[in-house]
């Protein structure tokens, strides 16, 4: 079972930033969090990941809470085609090879 | 643009036959994963192999499915015999793995199979 918990749903209006929590408040100090999304009728795509650092690429930023208990994505200008289910899952990054475990995910629609 | 590939991208079949859906993993890959998703259980690992060689297949029924990797260009899902609650998309996903750690997984479009 997943161990992350995230809201069901979430709505951002265009051209604003969208902020995705997570909670992982079993996390261990070797689990990084990762973050995935899924449009519609697609593969899931890879976001972002970290471990204690916040992080940022061309996609998004990943800000982690000091006691690494919970984390946000950050989609800082949100399109029409970030409308997704965006996944945040707590790995082991050097065991399992990165066996991930989807939980249900936060689906975001960007609005008009 | 590399990607992983899959085909068939749809599969309508009977009941009781041999389902073979294949996957292309991004060139350099060492790598590859098999995620089955419903609506009703969400997104699944089913196996995954690293240089070819299966590293944990136990979310897979083992009576009926089976992967492989006859190369490191091809991995083969295969379900024989098929049964309608085999009905899902079928992801493959590949990444490089360093020091036993992998970070990026690259999804593939996904083949959708329907068993009637």
Redesign the interface.
Known sequence: DAKTTQPPSMDCAEGRAANLPCNHSTISGNE?V?W?RQIHS?????II?GLKNNETNEMASLIITEDRKSSTLILPHATLRDTAVY?CIDIA????????????GTILTVHP | DAR?TQTPRHKVTEMGQEVTMRCQPILGHN?V?WYRQTMMQ????LA?F?NRAP??DSGMPKDRFSAEMPDATLATLKIQPSEPRDSAVY?C?S?L?R????????????TRLTVT
């Open positions: 990084y990762y995935y697609q593969g899931p795509q890879y990941h996944y990054g050097g065991t399992s090879y990165g066996k991930l475990t989807f939980g249900q | 992983v790598t994963f969400g997104l699944e690992l995954y690293r590293l944990d992801f996903a990444g793995a020091d036993r750690k992998i970070y990026e997984q690259y999804f593939g479009p996904g």
